[in-house]
């Protein structure tokens, strides 16, 4: 008698990802976010913090153009200022002026009222001696603008 033939399927193979593949993936993504998130947050900042510095000598230039066919440097209305810097992330103002200086300041708001440099000012002071006569400060520790 004939010996039945048996007919072997072939192995099928399984197609997709095992569990244990997502989850190492989604720690390396994690990985990866927790690294580049503050990276991009902390650049988004500088940009903001040198929009803001552009502002203010923007804003110098007005002052020296306004001193030129006036006795005293003015205020942010006189000079055409704008009230915040182009993004609107900061307050602008002139906050002191007088025939021989002026004080401007850059308050920051809204996302960047977290900006380790606080309020940037510039201040002209033409009474000093020949030394410096540009002031640039910020209530921060770091360094704001560079």
């Known amino acids: 008698m004939l010996a039945p033939i048996h007919t072997a399927r072939p192995a099928r193979r399984v197609a997709g990802f095992t569990l244990i593949e997502l989850m190492i993936v989604l720690a390396v993504v994690a990985i990866i976010a927790v690294i580049a998130i503050p990276a991009f947050t902390d650049q988004m ?5 040198s929009e803001a510095v552009s502002s203010l000598q923007q804003m110098a230039l007005l002052q020296e153009r306004f001193r030129a066919s006036n006795p005293a ?3 942010a209305v006189q ?9 609107g992330y900061y307050n602008l103002a002139v906050t002191a002026n007088s025939a021989t200086g002026y004080t401007m300041t850059a308050a920051p708001t809204g996302a960047q009222a977290g900006d380790s440099c606080g309020t940037l000012t510039y201040r002209f002071d033409g009474t000093q001696p020949s030394g410096q006569q540009i002031i640039k400060t910020h209530s921060g520790g770091s360094r704001c603008w560079d």
Request: proline share 6%; hydrophobic share 20%; no cysteine.
């Open 79 to 87: 000079i055409g200022a704008p009230g915040s810097s182009e993004s």
């Open 73 to 75: 440097f003015g205020t």
């Open 45 to 49: 900042r500088k940009s903001r913090r």
